[in-house]
């Protein structure tokens, strides 16, 4: 595939990247090289930082894969509204679903995700080629093979959600890559291929990584039942959904309602499973994709759908969530971060426990369960909401409505929202006043064109065996 040809030459002419002061702090860098640079456990180490670095962020210029995740949900879903102020014209394809499968905002994950798989399909074929001096390096080598399997998992249920024409099991996904090709032209697999695949490496990682291995910002046991529970909620597994994500509460219990705000400060890892960490002088901040600080100037707006969908009063979300900044000037508050010398400067949190309780809601509802459904649902909303009365729900159509909007509202702007619609075939709605700039963008059916991403052009005409999604073929 392209990305993979084109990406594989900065693998090749790079250097490995430099040491971290502390092993579990991902430091920036965007130098890794082929495998026969990897000498010893050390190096394959750095590598390993290098392949996450890459699903992060890899210049100062880019969002990065999960990035770019979070900002093409917003701009594309009933998050986000573009306010009049905004006459920069960032992103207004994306918003005003304008787009074709040349549009950066929504096809850059492709190459993203697949820069990062090549990196870890490079750690993996390394380690076996490295013997191990000691017990102790062993160990070592075996935890690096099961984060940078579960790291490729985790790229592939991504680009899977991104660019799959149907979650269905038959339905065209995204090639599952396993070695790093340097001129490989895949095919797509279907749905069910994939999630195969995903289940086997991490199956395999929870093998390989120890239960001692803790941190928020590597791929820990938590984290790869995390990614786990995510995958089964798309391939409707129900009963690996349920038995993942109880895995990952067990660990990381919920937030409490005085850490939850810290968590968006970055001064708490309460609940948060696993996070990118941003650094401030080599990574763009996440708030200013959606406030322009020099201009004082919001770039997109939390939609008034969303703010109307939480109780502003008793919902400590909100305040998490929606910083009013005057007179019907509403901003993001999730990533301006907690450090006032560098404002709009946080971390990305990728799965949080909050996350692993809906999904388990969820799983749990299409089963039958409606008692331990509805005790999911309410423990969540008991965590977030001061005076929370516990509900109860009487069919499967309600709680399932009710886990929806939760997730509407817990997950806002982490870069879920599309796909949460698309496996439920659910519309796009914007309320008016939120569609004031959207040139009549206010209603994207299941059955519309532009309801799910193109595959990149630069890869159709690089890949004969790539198959565009059928919509964009006219």
């Known amino acids: 595939m392209k990305s993979v040809k084109i990406l594989s030459s900065i693998l090749l002419a790079g250097v490995l990247v430099t040491s971290c002061s502390k092993s579990l702090d991902l430091k920036p860098s965007d130098q890794v090289v082929e495998e026969n640079a990897f000498l010893d456990i050390a190096s394959l180490e750095r590598g390993l930082i290098g392949a996450y670095q890459t699903f992060n962020q890899r210049t100062t210029t880019e969002y990065g894969s999960y990035g770019y995740q979070i900002y093409s949900n917003a701009l594309y879903t009933d998050e986000a509204m573009l306010p009049t102020e905004n006459n920069t014209g960032r992103g207004v394809m994306a918003y005003r679903w304008q787009v074709d499968p040349s549009t950066a905002d929504i096809t850059s994950t492709w190459a993203g995700y697949y820069f990062g798989i090549n990196r870890a399909n490079r750690i993996l074929a390394a380690a076996d080629k490295i013997t191990a001096n000691n017990t102790q390096d062993e160990a070592t080598k075996n935890r690096i093979k099961g984060e ?31 070695t790093s090709e340097t001129f490989g032209k895949p095919s797509r697999n279907t749905v069910a291929e994939v999630m ?20 928020a910002t590597r791929i820990s046991l938590p984290a790869v039942h995390a990614i786990q529970a995510r995958a089964a909620l798309y391939g ?10 109880t895995a990952a509460i067990n660990a990381v219990p919920l937030a409490t309602k005085a850490q939850y705000p810290l968590i968006w400060k970055d001064q708490s890892n309460a609940e948060v499973i696993w996070k990118f960490r941003r ?31 939480f109780d502003k009063v008793n919902d400590i979300r909100y305040a998490a969530t929606v910083l009013e900044r005057g007179t019907e000037r509403y901003s993001l508050a999730k990533y301006i971060g907690g450090d006032a010398t560098a404002p709009n400067l946080a971390d990305l949190k990728v799965f949080r426990t909050a996350e692993m309780y809906l999904i388990r809601a969820e799983a749990y509802a299409e089963k039958g369960q409606l008692l331990s459904a509805a005790s999911d649902l309410n423990t969540l909303r008991a965590a977030r909401i001061n005076g929370y009365v516990t509900q109860v729900f009487l069919t499967k159509e309600a709680l399932i409505n009710a886990i929806m909007q939760e997730r509407f509202k817990e997950l806002a702007f982490e870069g879920q929202r599309m796909g949460d619609l698309r496996r439920r075939l659910l519309p796009v709605t914007r309320l008016a006043e939120d569609a004031i700039n959207a040139q009549g963008a206010v209603l994207l059916q299941p059955t519309d064109k532009q309801y799910y991403f193109p595959i990149p052009d630069a890869e159709i005409l690089a890949n004969e065996n790539m198959q565009q999604n059928p919509a964009y073929l006219n």
């Open 148 to 178: 940078a399997l579960a790291l490729r998992a985790f790229g592939h249920l991504q680009l899977l959600i991104n660019f799959s024409n149907s979650y269905e099991p038959n339905a065209l996904a995204v090639p599952y890559v396993k």
């Open 196 to 215: 195969t695949n995903i289940h086997a490496d991490l199956d395999a990682a929870k093998s390989l990584i120890p239960a001692s291995f803790a941190s």
């Open 236 to 245: 409707k597994d129900w009963d690996r959904a349920i038995s993942a994500a």
């Open 279 to 309: 650094e401030q002088a080599n990574f763009t901040r996440p708030g200013d994709w959606f406030y322009d600080r020099s201009q004082n100037k919001i770039i997109y707006a939390p939609s008034k759908e969303l703010r109307d969908a």
